[in-house]
């Protein structure tokens, strides 16, 4: 399975997920399911993003670099460094 592949599974089970809570929320489903079914979409969405920024690592920053564009991939690298910084 190819990593867009992978990514998009990852992205049909977070949006199924989502859905599940939405209807839930509606339904006024115990607030403690709902959590559950929230911390799993946050764990869904840490797994997507590891997914992404392994491929972004090993074939995009590598092809600025070769491109030239050094400066431009270090900034790039450091304002998402500081997107995951809480």
């Not at 946050?42 to 392994?54: D, Q, T, W």
Request: charged residues 35%.
């Amino acid at each position: 399975m190819s990593n867009s592949e992978e990514c998009l599974r990852r992205l049909n089970y977070i949006d199924g997920h989502l859905k599940g809570i939405r209807k839930m929320i509606e339904e006024d489903k115990y607030c403690g399911d709902i959590l559950r079914q929230t911390f799993a979409v946050r764990k869904a969405i840490e797994k997507l993003e590891g997914l992404l920024l392994y491929e972004h690592l090993h074939n995009c920053v590598p092809a600025g670099i070769k491109e030239g564009n050094e400066e431009q991939v270090i900034s790039e690298l450091v304002e998402l460094y500081n997107l995951t910084e809480k």
